[in-house]
């Protein structure tokens, strides 16, 4: 979009792999226009470039439109910028070829980043951090990534279409990869170099925007690691909140726990556990999961439904009202047996939150 005074370098470069590089291969040269109003067309096409129009915005319709127009059974992109070398990219269609790779990708990390071609948070918080997220929620072992955000990559038109890529921003770089490492694609990386933007152009990327929508594309695909997280956090808890009760107050290593504090912050872990659990509910209620316990609760009978939420949440909220009554008994003052009164309040809070969560899910699975 609006790319017309880097387009040029760019498409030298495609013109000269074109011409005296790539020669076993039927070569076509694809440039998808998002809605540019400077000249970007004109130079594409004075070039003999293929431009394919894509009238939705977004980094990731862009490249949806050019590789579902693409005619050959493998794809090359990278951006219009001239940041990526295209000069390298025959290195990306050996290794693609020499493995029987589904995809491979050029690593800025592994290759050269020239002076001022990538922030600072970028190169040692941005990426580094979704890219160990993305290896440690969906690696085999077998693979592991280290430029998630890498926006140069050769791989099989045939498998692209196979992962069912939907984004159109610019997490479709990361959904792209976690739908192909879900999928079981064979994927690897060669060392690729990045240089700094052309004087005067305006980049597209937002960092904290951007970065937010890598996050949650992320993990939107890995409902069960909210299931995990959740599941460990509200046990834990639960955990303490038990000890606490039938333990009381113990010293361990000079440190006083299991009193009324430890029961408040494992209160508070049960509601935070809980939470976290269904937020993988709510993405099950959506897409689906393999966690038994989401498909039994997103996919129970309505009037099973309705009398599951009816007795716990009238359950919850007795014990609740019993704590009242008791509270007014004694004329509102102190409340005694301080223990028995957190862990009833842990039940009952944790019963009403887990039929709302539940209520919600069926809300949402008919959205």
């Known amino acids: 979009m609006n790319e017309e005074k880097v387009l040029p370098f760019v498409l030298t470069k495609l013109k000269s792999l074109k011409d005296s590089i790539i020669t076993d291969r039927a070569v076509e040269v694809i440039v998808s226009d998002n809605g540019s109003t400077d000249n970007s067309v004109k130079v594409a096409e004075s070039f003999g470039a293929r431009v394919i129009h894509c009238p939705q915005r977004g980094y990731g319709a862009a490249l949806q439109c050019g590789i579902r127009g693409a005619e050959n059974e493998v794809v090359i992109f990278a951006d219009a910028d001239d940041t990526y070398d295209f000069l390298e990219a025959p290195a990306l269609l050996h290794k693609l070829d020499e493995g029987n790779y589904d995809m491979v990708l050029g690593s800025r990390l592994q290759g050269t980043i020239h002076d001022g071609a990538m922030p600072f948070l970028h190169r040692y918080v941005g990426t580094p951090v979704l890219g160990f997220i993305i290896n440690a929620l969906y690696s085999d072992g077998s693979y592991r990534l280290s430029d998630c955000n890498s926006g140069f990559r050769a791989f099989k038109k045939a498998s692209f279409v196979s992962w069912n890529v939907k984004g159109t921003g610019m997490e479709f770089a990361s959904e792209m990869l976690v739908k192909a490492m879900k999928s079981g694609a064979k994927l690897s990386e060669v060392p690729a170099s990045l240089s700094p933007d052309k004087p005067g152009r305006i980049p597209h990327l937002r960092t904290w925007r951007d970065g937010m929508r890598h996050l949650l594309q992320i993990l939107l695909e890995s409902p069960e690691f909210f299931s995990t997280a959740g599941t460990l956090l509200w046990c834990a808890s639960w955990l303490v909140l038990g000890l606490a009760t039938a333990l009381g107050q ?101 019963g009403l939150l887990l039929t709302a969560n539940i209520l919600t899910a069926h809300l949402l699975k008919r959205t």
Do not use: C, P
């Open 250 to 350: 113990v010293s361990i290593g000079g440190a006083s726990v299991f009193g009324l504090h430890s029961m408040m912050f494992a209160l508070l872990g049960s509601i935070l556990g809980l939470t976290v659990w269904s937020i993988g509910m709510f993405i099950a209620a959506k897409q689906g999961s393999t966690v038994r316990l989401y498909k039994r609760f997103v996919e129970m009978q309505e009037d099973t439904l309705f009398w599951q939420s009816f007795w716990v949440g009238s359950a919850s909220l007795l014990l609740l009202a019993g704590i009242v009554v008791r509270w007014g008994w004694g004329g509102f003052a102190n409340l005694s047996l301080e223990k028995q009164t957190l862990l009833v309040i842990a039940f009952a809070s944790n």
